[in-house]
């Protein structure tokens, strides 16, 4: 007799099913051992039989709740890490319009004519402060010092109480325009004919700068060139924590509207120097700063970025007035081409000539555009990724420029009117001294001056040892 335990079917006998059923219980099923396997409910399919034919486990409930426990959790998982994706990349782009209280421009005031702006004293000149030396703190940015007038002379005391009063060699012009209700707030002849023709549209001219000893050096410089434009308003965004009382001392000096701005890098961008996104957190506060102070109907203005180390040509000031949407123009002194520009056919733009392609939509330099402020408002969201290399392309991109939207500027873009110059970086040095106190006549302070700028230190213990001259003979001080 064949024993029913290793049968090949299940059977259909009553006295079958009862045996399997004890045998089920002794880790049989359908005749053939699988205590290991056996499913739970001990008992076999027989709809389908031939699973019990070759012993095959079905899974148990165990693994199946396992299973789907596992796919619930990383549903979850993902649906979690979208929602904080998507909560970082606003906070990021837009949450500094929302988040930084200011003290509100009017466009009328960043645009009126000083025929506007008379005092009732008859005192012209004289500057209206808008938040003045006034600190707003954010988590993005600090507004560190707002004017949308011009200084007068009486101010002038105030805020170069640590330099050396001088005569300035423009005085009399000013005095000679302080009665000109043509004149814009005193300033020279010189800016109101640079231009003249197109002199009413505002020119947002924003300076990424960071703390270093040619700071003040480079911001002197481009500040001597904007004081011959006209009708062009000045935001300085500097790359630290806190405010810099020797900016705050030096903007005043060019008579030219403007706001300082204190807009750190994020600590998590720092880690790789050699490929750090130098400027952007400047640059994306100077943007919002823009967007909450600025009239969203006014589309009387162009925004250009101009870093500290730049050189302008004043031509460039004029061409970039009559920006519609979009305008692009050569810059010289960029990577291995020696320039980088559109190429223009027939007035359009055709194509880029750019040592550095890199897959960019538009391979230019920062200093190579300008757009409208209207696009800031069109698009609120756009702003500069954190990625060397990729500010401009991803900020264009984001704008949703198109090619033939493009206005050339500079003669169709064979002329270059801004160069992408360099100052050679240096360690800061340490002057060593015998003693502060015993230090010869103006030398001490000098060097305090040479301190308060940036450019070097003194010590008593440590640095370079340094010496004074008479006659020849070398004295140490």
């Known amino acids: 007799m064949t024993d029913r335990r290793y049968s090949g079917s299940c059977g259909s006998s009553s006295s079958s099913i009862s045996n399997n059923s004890n045998n089920s219980n002794n880790g049989y099923r359908c005749g053939i051992k699988t205590q290991l396997h056996a499913p739970s409910s001990g008992r076999c399919n027989y709809h389908n039989n031939n699973s019990c034919k070759t012993g095959v486990a079905r899974p148990t409930t165990a693994a199946m709740h396992v299973k789907k426990t596992w796919k619930s959790a990383a549903v979850m998982f993902l649906a979690v890490a979208a929602v904080t994706t998507v909560t970082a990349a606003f906070y990021f782009n837009y949450a500094a319009t929302a988040c930084c209280a200011v003290v509100p421009l009017s466009s009328t005031s960043l645009l009126q004519e000083s025929s506007n702006t008379v005092a009732v004293d008859n005192e012209p ?57 043509d004149s814009y707030n005193g300033e020279s002849e010189t ?9 009413t549209t505002l020119i947002y001219f924003i300076t990424p700068t960071y703390p270093r000893r040619e700071q003040i050096a480079e911001l002197t410089r481009l500040g001597q060139t904007l004081m011959h434009v006209s009708r062009l308003y000045w935001i300085v965004a500097d ?38 996104p130098r400027g952007v957190s400047n640059r994306r506060a ?48 960029v990577g291995e081409y020696g320039v980088s520009s559109p190429i223009i056919d027939k007035g359009k733009v055709v194509g880029f000539f750019d040592s550095w392609p890199a897959k960019r939509k538009f391979p230019v330099d920062m200093a190579g555009f300008a757009i409208n402020v209207q696009l800031l408002f069109k698009y609120p969201y756009a702003t500069m990724p954190y990625k060397a290399g990729f500010e401009e392309d991803r900020f264009l991109s984001a704008l949703a420029i198109r090619l033939d939207e493009i206005e050339p500027k500079a003669e169709n873009c064979t002329r270059i009117l801004v160069w992408h110059t360099q100052t050679a970086k240096k360690p800061k040095p340490i002057v060593m001294v015998k003693s502060k106190a015993t230090l010869p006549g103006s030398l001490a302070t000098l060097l305090d001056q040479v301190t308060m700028l940036g450019i070097g230190g003194v010590s008593e213990t440590t640095g370079v040892r340094s010496y004074m001259t008479k006659n020849g003979n070398i004295f140490r001080v």
């Open 125 to 181: 000149y004289r500057s209206k402060l808008v938040g003045s030396s006034a600190t707003r703190p954010s988590k993005l940015y600090t507004v560190c010092e707002t004017r949308d007038h011009l200084r007068s002379p009486a101010d002038r005391g105030k805020f170069s109480r640590h330099r050396r009063q001088t005569v300035d060699s423009t005085s009399s012009t000013v005095d000679k325009n302080l009665g000109n209700k």
């Open 239 to 276: 790359d630290r924590p806190d405010c810099s009382l020797q900016i705050m001392n030096l903007l005043p000096d060019f008579s030219i509207p403007y706001t300082y701005i204190a807009s750190p890098m994020p600590s998590i961008y720092k880690h790789n120097p050699d490929a750090m």
């Open 286 to 333: 100077a943007l919002n700063w823009i967007r909450l102070n600025h009239n969203i109907n006014d589309s009387n203005a162009v925004i250009y970025f101009g870093d500290d180390d730049n050189t302008f040509h004043l031509d460039l000031f004029k061409e970039i007035r009559t920006t519609k949407k979009i305008s692009m123009f050569p810059v010289g002194l």
């Open 191 to 199: 800016a109101r004919n640079s231009d003249r023709g197109n002199d």
